[in-house]
């Protein structure tokens, strides 16, 4: 497929264990703990979002970097995740580590459901893409009408103190929501990384640049791309529930919205398609440059509505342009060709 690295440059790693690239992940690691420490609330929220942006494009890439199944409809998973756990926790006030594994069983089912009914009837391609988009902007209307989630006057979480960490309800100061976005973002990389070594992620990557080659090879494709959309919903709702618990507010038209799918899309595909760098290369850039932006603007005066979706319609024109594997890869490639 073309816009994907290849499979020899997405398996290869980094020499970990060489000392300039253990020294690098040591001030890299470092830097990331002590951020809370340095930085104003704003700017917290920011590396915040980066972190949660790097975590659910690594999901999205699991789907389509490494199966190669478009998804346009992946902010289905995080509005089920958000609104299974919150619901619980609103409603009978379970605890969100609890609520956190019905939630994640939920987008399971979900995606799993829309990929057999897809793939048992040979939709692939573009018509599963819209099938996507289609189940994603089902379920916004159901949502909408339906009372236990708040319908359109959506569903607010109570929050009692955010200056203390409760871990035990997820609730605390800002820091508390950037470190675990940290471990979440840690975690996607760590299982991606992981996946992309074991038999699943070359059995995906077979399907992905030719399915009927893989098929005449033995690969059931039909068990494996299910595998591939359950692991990316798992992972996806997973982010719906720190999603929820972050912002405490909840609505169908704004969780559900095609352009949240767009967001999680974005960053794997600018930073780089089936690359493990590319999610987190692509959200650093869209997050600084479309936040940066919308501030630049403001301190000049000038309000700008959709300013953020520009910057990032430009950011995509420019990396189908000159980029078209991503950022990341050629990063990479330029690294290599340093150090040679």
């Known amino acids: 497929m073309s816009g994907v690295a290849p499979a020899e440059e997405v398996v290869s790693a980094p020499a970990w264990t060489s000392g300039r690239a253990t020294l690098a992940l040591a001030l890299g690691g470092l830097l990331l703990l002590c951020l809370p420490l ?40 995080v509005g089920i995740g958000a ?27 979900v995606g799993v459901g829309i990929g057999a009914l897809a793939f048992r009837f040979g939709i692939s391609g573009v018509y599963f893409a819209l099938l996507t988009i289609a189940a ?21 979480l109570k929050v009692a103190q955010r200056d203390q960490v409760d871990l035990r309800d997820f ?15 840690v975690l996607g990389f760590v299982v991606c990384r992981a996946l992309l070594r074991s038999r699943a992620g070359f059995f995906w990557q077979a399907i992905r640049e030719d399915e009927r080659a893989a098929q005449s090879l033995g690969i059931n494709s039909f068990r494996w791309k299910l595998y591939a959309i359950a692991v990316s919903a798992a992972m996806t709702g997973l982010g719906g529930v720190f999603w929820a618990f972050y912002t405490n507010s909840l609505f169908p038209e704004q969780t559900f919205n095609m352009g949240r799918s767009l967001e999680i899309m974005l960053a794997p595909i600018i930073g780089g398609i089936g690359t493990l ?64």
């Open 38 to 77: 340095v930085l104003g609330s704003y700017l917290l929220s920011i590396a915040t979002l980066i972190l949660y942006l790097a975590f659910v494009g690594q999901a999205w890439n699991v789907m389509m970097g490494f199966a190669g199944q478009l998804s346009l409809g992946h902010a289905l998973y």
């Open 277 to 340: 760098g590319g999610p987190i290369v692509g959200a650093l850039v869209l997050s600084v440059l479309g936040e940066g932006s919308t501030e630049a603007l403001g301190a000049l005066g000038l309000e700008m509505p959709g300013m953020k979706q520009v910057i990032y319609g430009f950011l995509l024109l420019l990396t189908v342009l000159f980029l078209p594997q991503g950022i990341w890869p050629a990063l990479r490639r330029d690294v290599d060709h340093g150090s040679r």
């Open 171 to 185: 609730r605390g100061p800002p820091s508390m929501y950037y470190y675990a976005a940290l471990v979440l973002a």
């Open 83 to 109: 609104y299974v756990s919150g619901g619980l926790f609103f409603h009978y006030g379970l605890s969100p580590w609890l609520g956190m594994w019905v939630a994640i069983a939920a987008a399971v089912a």
């Open 136 to 156: 994603g902007e089902f379920t916004r209307v159901a949502f909408d009408h339906w009372d236990w989630v708040g319908g359109p006057a959506g569903l607010f």
